[in-house]
């Protein structure tokens, strides 16, 4: 015969919990910061990398944009550094572009009241790109640091002193 046991009143209930402590909950905080600080440097470089290849593009629109403007005119336009003229010129609002052809469209962040620049936030300050252009087919451009280029065209940004300009695109 099976007899059932039911619970005395004189056996006490044991509470288990379910909860995390303290230390646990401590533990898996720091774990979660020490991740998020690991792939924050990540992100940091990728942004870096992404802004430089922006720039790069955009130096790159710019010389197809001169290579269209000799296509179209059979001469370079006149001027030889990043400049409201240029900007003019490129987008058709002047008198060197008599026919009014946009040759550039570029973003608003790419343009200020001096030309064509880096974005806000690439360098400290926002820099001009700049362009060099063999307007008298002599075969060298000067650059901002005197030195001279075997080239016909060039684009490029310049860093914080001349000396430290990366030219992005350069072609004959």
């Given at each position: 015969?099976?007899?059932?046991?039911?619970?005395?009143?004189?056996t006490p209930t044991r509470h288990t919990s379910t909860g995390f402590t303290l230390i646990e909950l401590?533990?898996?905080?720091?774990?979660?910061?020490?991740?998020?600080?690991?792939?924050?440097?990540?992100?940091?470089?990728?942004?870096?990398?992404?802004?430089k290849a922006e720039v790069r593009a955009m130096a790159n629109q710019i010389k197809l944009g001169i290579?269209?403007?000799?296509?179209?005119?059979?001469?370079?336009?006149?001027?030889?550094?990043?400049?409201?003229?240029?900007?003019?010129?490129?987008?058709?609002?002047?008198?060197?572009?008599?026919?009014?052809?946009?040759?550039?469209?570029?973003?608003?962040?790419?343009?200020?009241?001096?030309?064509?620049?880096?974005?806000?936030?690439?360098?400290?300050?926002?820099?001009?790109?700049?362009?060099?252009?063999?307007?008298?087919?002599?075969?060298?451009?000067?650059?901002?640091?005197?030195?001279?280029?075997?080239?016909?065209?060039?684009?490029?940004?310049?860093?914080?002193?001349?000396?430290?300009?990366?030219?992005?695109?350069?072609?004959?």
């Amino acid at each position: 015969m099976i007899t059932m046991r039911t619970p005395s009143s004189a056996t006490p209930t044991r509470h288990t919990s379910t909860g995390f402590t303290l230390i646990e909950l401590l533990v898996v905080i720091t774990i979660i910061a020490i991740l998020a600080g690991l792939s924050f440097a990540g992100v940091q470089g990728a942004l870096k990398s992404a802004k430089k290849a922006e720039v790069r593009a955009m130096a790159n629109q710019i010389k197809l944009g001169i290579e269209a403007y000799y296509a179209e005119y059979g001469y370079y336009p006149t001027a030889t550094v990043s400049d409201s003229t240029f900007l003019t010129t490129m987008t058709g609002t002047n008198t060197q572009n008599p026919r009014g052809i946009r040759f550039l469209e570029l973003p608003k962040k790419f343009t200020n009241s001096s030309g064509i620049v880096t974005p806000v936030n690439f360098y400290k300050t926002q820099i001009p790109f700049q362009i060099r252009i063999d307007t008298n087919f002599s075969g060298t451009i000067s650059a901002p640091d005197t030195t001279s280029i075997k080239q016909s065209v060039a684009v490029g940004v310049q860093g914080t002193t001349p000396d430290d300009t990366n030219w992005i695109a350069t072609w004959k």
